[in-house]
């Protein structure tokens, strides 16, 4: 069996970088905007630290794709042989989907936010009264899903660790006997 340390080394270190920066910011960039001063302030530190953090997160899910495709392609004869294992790899292919679709989604809403300015906020994603309507509609609906993600990448993560538990020897081979039977 060979090594792919790189592929895993890239699905594990962009699978980690993508949960952690969301979760950081949702459990601290958007609530410490809120100490800025101002409602225009709040918003404007909330943009910057977005927009700041979205090239790393690009570059967080771009190389943790790379590290999937890898991983998928180094374990084709398992998932096709191995008891378990296409079951497990449907469902980390259905959570990374999903995770795509909520960060893109949460990109667009962000990037509608940032291009509003300095928009009155109470906090991140809190929007103020003040707050232009399509604006703080955008404002809510990150408020509502700054949780999904980190919530989908965490499922990931708790999936990868059973995936690991796959590849141990015992568990390949009586997945092995359990699929020829």
Do not use: C
Request: proline share 3%; net charge positive; no cysteine.
């Amino acid at each position: 069996m060979a090594r792919n340390t790189l592929s895993r080394s890239l699905h594990d270190v962009g699978l980690a970088a993508w949960f952690g920066g969301t979760l950081a910011n949702a459990v601290a960039l958007n609530p410490a905007s809120g100490e800025a001063g101002t409602a225009s302030a709040t918003g404007a530190v909330a943009n910057a630290g977005w927009d700041r953090w979205t090239p790393v997160n690009a570059a967080a899910i771009g190389a943790h794709l790379v590290g999937s495709i890898g991983q998928l392609g180094a374990n084709k004869r398992r998932v096709a042989e191995q008891q378990g294992v296409a079951g497990m790899s449907t469902l980390k292919s259905l959570l990374t989907v999903a995770a795509l679709g909520v960060t893109a989604y949460s990109r667009v809403l962000g990037q509608r936010v940032s291009q509003g300015g300095a928009t009155p906020s109470r906090k991140g994603t809190k929007p103020s009264k003040r707050a232009r309507a399509d604006i703080a509609l955008a404002q809510q609906q990150l408020d509502d899903l700054q949780w999904v993600v980190p919530a989908l990448t965490g499922a990931l993560i708790v999936v990868s660790s059973y995936a690991g538990e796959q590849q141990r020897p015992s568990e390949v081979a009586l997945g092995m006997a359990q699929k020829k039977n």
